[in-house]
């Protein structure tokens, strides 16, 4: 079946720093769905990616869909405290069964 | 308006005791999702409605694990014969429409029921 990896499992960074975090696929995904969960909390929608090769930015987040379609990445520039968190990918069935990564703990040192 | 909601927020239950646990959708959405975290997991999915019908129950871990959706607003999510092994929080999340997902249709998740089962 579909298995959705994540890597780094942890992360710490330093306020002011960028990082990324990345997800891979065993197989070609429909779509990918990025989540935040705050320690304690549940999670919270960002964004999702559709179309092969996709870029979608918020902010100081930037979200990419491989070409293939099997991976994506996250990247966060000038890292703050609020971006404290777990962030999840997941990738999505056409009804929208989601299949999440183990996930990336994020920890922001001021 | 009112998001997903779910009761109660957290549960402690002795081993071998049953448990329900109750989501509130969002009023009018379609679609709805059960899923169960570990800790330092990502959520796992149990099962799928759409409406009252139960399309996928396909990650419901055992027989012991009932979920049903009769009037396709209110969901409850029953453990019989609880396990230490069910200790997790369980997810609910709804979308507003069923059938194939679209690029503004995302899935809201509800706080969650923190389950301990001792």
């Known amino acids: 079946g579909q298995q959705v990896m994540q890597i780094p499992q942890y992360q710490h960074v330093q306020e002011g720093e960028d990082f990324t975090t990345y997800c891979n696929s065993s197989?070609?995904?429909?779509?990918i769905q990025w989540y935040k969960q705050r320690p304690g909390g549940h999670p919270v929608f960002l964004i999702q990616?559709?179309?092969?090769?996709e870029v979608k930015k918020q902010k100081r987040l930037t979200f990419q869909f491989g070409e293939a379609k099997k991976n994506s990445s996250l990247h966060i520039t000038a890292t703050q405290t609020t971006d404290v968190g777990t962030y999840f990918c997941?990738?999505?069935?056409?009804?929208?069964?989601?299949?999440f990564g183990a996930g990336t703990q994020v920890v922001v040192t001021p | 308006g009112a998001g997903v909601s779910q009761s109660p927020r957290y549960k402690v239950a002795k081993r071998g005791q049953d448990v329900a646990l109750r989501c509130d959708p969002i009023?009018?959405?379609?679609?709805l999702f059960w899923y169960q975290q570990a800790l330092g997991q990502g959520p796992e999915f149990l099962t799928y409605?759409?409406?009252?019908?139960?399309?996928?129950k396909s990650g419901l871990p055992s027989d012991r694990f009932f979920a049903e959706r009769p009037e396709g607003s209110v969901s409850t999510l029953k453990i019989q014969r609880t396990q230490q092994e069910d200790s997790a929080v369980y997810l609910c999340?709804?979308?507003?429409?069923?059938?194939?997902?679209?690029?503004?249709?995302?899935?809201?998740f509800g706080p969650g029921t923190r389950l301990t089962v001792l």
């Open positions: 997941a990738g999505a069935v056409p009804w929208g069964k989601l299949q």
């Open positions: 009023s009018g959405h379609v679609s």
């Open positions: 999340a709804s979308r507003r429409r069923g059938g194939a997902i679209s690029d503004t249709d995302t899935q809201y």
């Open positions: 197989t070609t995904l429909s779509n």
């Open positions: 990616l559709v179309k092969s090769g």
């Open positions: 409605f759409q409406n009252e019908a139960q399309l996928d």
